[in-house]
């Protein structure tokens, strides 16, 4: 069976991926189709060894469509959505317009694929935060060994969680400070070349940022609603792959060699923890590649049942991307979904 692709959002970083990614993995597609705002209708993009020409959102008809993998931004998904939901085909939605609808199931495969079942009461599924999505696949296999209680996040997320414009101001900034040109920021709050910045999303009322609060409530969701979950986001000057450093408090006794020995074996993880110079991964390495990566594993000392890890993975891919390409693929794979050709 084939499924027509609908990826909506087709010209951003993410989209492009989306398309790369079902081209690597062979979805079951008798037809791909990019979709895009008005302004970038005509554009062309790739797909695998083809070339696709976007077509504009408004006047696109997806009543023929399967799968929509949409990366347009919260605003227009939540427009879209609904309308696109209303055809029979199904919604997978990269923004955070519905990851906290009681009635749109948020999922990580490797984490709570079972929920996913949920979809057919709006026809949509919510891919999480690209910050949350990694940290929940390195949290899961620990939480079901040893029961986790609470959890301390920083966050290392790369300019490119801030679309390609921050990207461009990643590298203009960088050109700037070696040819000694004035910089002034605009896509960030402060100048991002050579810096760090502890903010991330609008400022909360608590003081939190949202992309604090979305790591905190989608982890609940996903995982446990009784974990604690506590996060400090910041953006750093690397282009593509997030980072995190995590500190875990357990309800049952878990050592450092049992952690890693359960993360060897978990769905989507690679452990590369050797205590040596460059025993570790770093964003960089990450880029282009599909594993959630945990290093540094270690048990902390200061508190009953303690562990800290570094977790890293390219949050364009297993952030967004991949893990929308992933939840297709447990559609496909779970028969909850027949192709409206082939039903026809």
């Known amino acids: 069976m084939?499924?027509?692709?609908?990826?909506?959002?087709?010209?951003?970083?993410?989209g492009r991926e989306m398309l790369d990614i079902l081209d690597e993995r062979g979805f079951p597609a008798r037809e791909v189709v990019p979709v895009a705002s008005r302004r970038s209708q005509g554009v062309d993009v790739s797909f695998g060894d083809r070339t696709l020409t976007c077509q504009a959102i408004d006047h696109f008809d997806f009543s023929d469509v399967d799968i929509c993998l949409m990366s347009a931004g919260g605003a227009?998904?939540?427009?879209?959505s609904p309308r696109i939901a209303a055809k029979g085909c199904v919604v997978i939605?990269?923004?955070?317009?519905?990851?906290?609808?009681?009635?749109?199931?948020?999922?990580?495969?490797e984490v709570n694929a079972?929920?996913?079942t949920g979809f057919t009461r709006k026809n949509i599924i919510a891919n999480p935060n690209c910050s949350t999505a990694q940290l929940v696949v390195a949290l899961k296999p620990l939480h079901d060994?040893?029961?986790?209680?609470?959890?301390?996040?920083s966050t290392y997320q790369s300019v490119s969680g801030a679309g390609?414009?921050?990207?461009?101001?990643?590298?203009?900034?960088?050109?700037?400070?070696?040819?000694?040109?004035?910089?002034?920021?605009?896509?960030f709050t402060k100048r991002i070349a050579f810096n760090v910045i502890p903010h991330i999303d609008v400022f909360m009322e608590d003081g939190y940022t949202k992309e604090e609060w979305k790591v905190l409530a989608e982890t609940k969701k996903m995982l446990d609603p009784k974990i604690k979950v506590?996060?400090?986001?910041?953006?750093?000057?690397?282009?593509?792959?997030?980072s995190e450093s995590v500190n875990i408090e357990f309800e049952r006794p878990i050592t450092a060699e049992e952690a890693r020995d359960i993360l060897r074996e978990a769905p989507g993880v690679l452990v590369v923890d050797k205590h040596e110079d460059g025993g570790y991964v770093t964003p960089y390495e990450s880029a282009g590649e599909d594993a959630t990566y945990v290093s540094r594993i270690r048990e902390d000392a200061t508190i009953e049942n303690?562990?800290?890890m570094w977790v890293v993975a390219d949050n364009l891919r297993k952030g967004a991307a991949l893990n929308a390409v992933q939840i297709a693929e447990v559609l496909v794979n779970r028969g909850l979904i027949t192709p409206k050709k082939a039903a026809a």
């Open 145 to 153: 060994a040893a029961t986790i209680r609470r959890v301390v996040v």
């Open 76 to 80: 227009v998904s939540k427009e879209w």
């Open 2 to 14: 084939a499924y027509k692709i609908a990826v909506v959002g087709a010209t951003g970083n993410v």
């Open 114 to 116: 079972d929920a996913i």
């Open 230 to 242: 506590t996060c400090t986001a910041v953006r750093v000057p690397v282009f593509i792959g997030h």
């Open 164 to 187: 390609k414009d921050g990207m461009d101001e990643l590298f203009n900034q960088t050109r700037s400070v070696f040819v000694n040109d004035p910089i002034t920021p605009e896509k």
């Open 306 to 308: 303690g562990l800290n």
């Open 93 to 109: 939605d990269n923004s955070s317009a519905w990851r906290y609808d009681a009635d749109v199931p948020l999922i990580v495969p």
